[in-house]
C-alpha cells in the first residue's frame, strides 16, 4: 500500500501559545510525531498541514514534506482533522498523487512511537479494517460522573447501582486518545463516518496517550520522558 501521514500543525492555538513548536526537553513538539513517522518506515509521504512558514520551516528541518500550506478556511479553531485530510488529499490528488491510505497523527502525542503505529498499521491487515483508531483506558470511569443542578446537592448523583461497586469491581472504559488514526483513503472518502463500518480499536497504554492541550499536560509530558531517561 501506498501511505501518506498527516500531521496536522495549526499555529493559532489559543490553551498553548505555539504549543505545536514549543520546545519539550529541547526539541518542538512536533519533532517527535514527525521522527516516529519517519522511524516507522511506513509512509511514502510525511506531510505536515500548517498554516504557518515558520512551522512549515521547522517540519521540513526534522525531514517532513510541507509543499503547500494549509488554506486559510481550514486555519480556524473551528476546522476539523477530518476537513484537514480531505483538503490534503484533494490536493495530492491533483498533484497526480493517490495513497492506499493515511495516518492521521497529531503533534499533541509526542509519546506515541514508531512502534504504535507500525503495531496500528498490523491490526489493519489482520482484521482486514477500514480504520484503526487509538484508544486508552479512561483514568476514571464515567460511572462515577455526574451532573450537578444548581444547588449542588447529589442526591441522586448516581444514576447507576453499579457505581458504588469498588474500581476494581468496574468494567474498564476506553477513550479515544487521539494518537493515532489509520484509515484506508477510499472508505473515508466514500463515509461520512469513520466508526460507521469495519473501524477496530487500538488499544495503548496511558503513557503512550497523553495528549498536550495546556501547559500541566506539557509538564506532564516532559516528566514522563526524563523518567524514560532515568533523570528521575
Request: glycine residues 4%; negative net charge.
Amino acid at each position: 500500500m501506498k501511505n501518506i501521514a498527516i500531521i496536522p500543525a495549526r499555529s493559532g492555538s489559543k490553551g498553548l501559545k505555539d504549543k505545536n513548536i514549543k520546545l519539550l526537553n529541547g526539541k518542538p513538539l512536533i519533532a517527535y510525531t514527525i521522527e516516529a513517522a519517519k522511524e516507522s518506515k511506513l509512509f511514502d509521504e510525511i506531510f505536515v498541514s500548517t498554516d504557518s512558514e515558520n512551522y512549515a520551516e521547522i517540519a521540513r528541518e526534522y525531514g517532513a514534506s510541507v509543499p503547500f500550506l494549509r488554506s486559510k478556511d481550514l486555519s480556524s479553531d473551528t476546522a476539523s482533522s477530518w476537513d484537514v485530510v480531505t483538503e490534503v488529499l484533494n490536493i495530492y490528488e491533483e498533484k497526480g498523487k493517490q495513497f492506499d491510505s493515511f495516518a492521521l497523527l497529531q503533534p499533541t502525542s509526542p509519546r506515541r512511537k514508531a512502534e504504535n503505529i507500525i503495531k496500528a498499521y498490523e491490526l489493519l491487515q489482520v482484521k482486514r479494517a477500514n480504520a484503526i483508531v487509538g484508544v486508552t483506558e479512561a483514568e476514571h470511569s464515567p460511572l462515577w460522573c455526574g451532573i450537578l443542578p444548581e444547588d449542588q446537592t447529589l442526591v441522586g448523583f448516581f444514576k447507576n447501582e453499579k457505581a458504588n461497586q469498588q474500581r476494581q469491581k468496574l468494567e474498564p472504559y476506553y477513550r479515544i486518545n487521539g494518537a493515532i488514526y489509520v484509515v484506508k483513503t477510499d472508505y473515508f472518502q466514500s463515509t461520512k463516518d469513520i466508526y460507521e463500518c469495519e473501524c477496530y480499536a487500538y488499544v495503548m497504554s496511558r503513557e503512550t496517550s497523553i495528549d498536550i492541550d495546556n501547559a500541566l499536560d506539557f509538564a506532564l509530558a516532559s516528566i514522563m520522558d526524563k523518567i524514560v531517561e532515568g533523570e528521575y
